[in-house]
């Protein structure tokens, strides 16, 4: 069989040759060890179900309509360069965009992420991921991977996840799920932050929905790498924030609320809603009025012409005898 050096590979050769254990429970254990628990190194999201494939537009409306200026390379779908697709979060096809191999527009599709390494946090975060170069505002830090699951397959296994902290399952869509415990890339380790210098986004490239983590500003080279977990990892709004950010809010995801004050909210909205729908309603009888009486004004304009007209008419009659 597969033997565990070949079957999992950790981020560095070391930590490999340390750890050649086999896929069992323990690998979302919290060991406290001095290295990573395994996984498998991919490059691409592994699809773990069928799925129906996204058909892609072929009208002009949706193709890119960006044309490269030689010794202009922002012209080339660039951030700058109005590029339709760009802007609505869809990468460039790389046979069909004019631009050709200049294209700005395929950095998912091309692999363009920073180089980074992983080191382990000396406050009980565990391990991190921090970047080696210098990371300019927008540009792609790197791409969440994983196994791509449906929701079924979520609770499937959240419920062997149960009670272990090593898991890491990011929403994609109302469908789908990025599980990164068994198969990842170094995003893997990317932790939260209350105030992150990243943010997550979400591209279409062909077919697929991928996930990309991009600089909100300047980053120095050996800096970490975060980003807020809020409302995008399955099971973060229980668990507690250790970033240390001065708006830390305490835990991963937004904590729940009481029901009082859920229900109060509600009330408030509901309040709210019905006010202004009231207040529509009187704008709307008040414009009927207003028309109402423009047309009784016309009508009545109308009304006081004829009469003055068969005035007139009565009283040119004896004239013309």
Not at 14 to 33: G, I, P
């Amino acid at each position: 069989g597969t033997s565990a050096s070949q079957k999992f590979r950790l981020p560095y050769p070391q930590a490999r040759e340390l750890m050649k254990l086999e896929f069992e429970e323990a690998v979302c254990l919290d060991t406290k060890s001095e290295f990573p628990t395994p996984f498998v190194a991919i490059k691409r999201n592994k699809y773990m179900h069928e799925r129906q494939e996204r058909v892609e537009q072929e009208e002009d409306g949706n193709k890119c309509q960006c044309i490269f200026v030689p010794g202009m390379e922002e012209t080339a779908c660039g951030a700058m360069s109005n590029c339709m697709l760009r802007d609505l979060f869809i990468e460039c096809h790389r046979k069909r965009c004019p631009c050709g191999k200049y294209c700005l527009n395929q950095r998912l599709q091309r692999s363009q992420w920073a180089k980074c390494s992983i080191f382990k946090a000396s406050n009980g975060r565990g391990w991190c991921l921090r970047t080696d170069e210098e990371l300019s505002p927008g540009q792609l830090a790197v791409e969440y991977i994983g196994e791509v699951i449906t929701g079924a397959e979520v609770e499937r296994r959240t419920s062997g996840y149960a009670g272990k902290r090593h898991t890491y399952l990011l929403k994609l869509n109302q469908e789908e799920f990025v599980d990164s415990t068994r198969m990842a890339n170094l995003a893997r380790f990317i932790n939260h932050c209350c105030e992150p210098n990243c943010e997550m986004q979400k591209w279409h490239v062909g077919p697929e929905q991928r996930v990309g983590l991009f600089a909100k500003y300047r980053i120095p080279a050996g800096s970490e790498l975060t980003f807020d977990y809020d409302m995008e990892f399955y099971g973060s709004e229980d668990i507690t924030c250790l970033c240390g950010a001065p708006k830390c809010r305490g835990t991963l995801g937004r904590p729940k609320e009481d029901p009082a004050v859920t229900a109060a909210k509600e009330a408030t909205r509901q309040a709210a809603k019905q006010a202004a729908h009231k207040a529509a309603r009187r704008e709307q009888q008040a414009a009927r009025s207003e028309e109402r009486a423009k047309v009784g004004v016309q009508r009545g304009g109308v009304a006081k012409a004829k009469l003055k007209r068969a005035v007139e008419v009565r009283r040119a009659r004896p004239a013309a005898r």
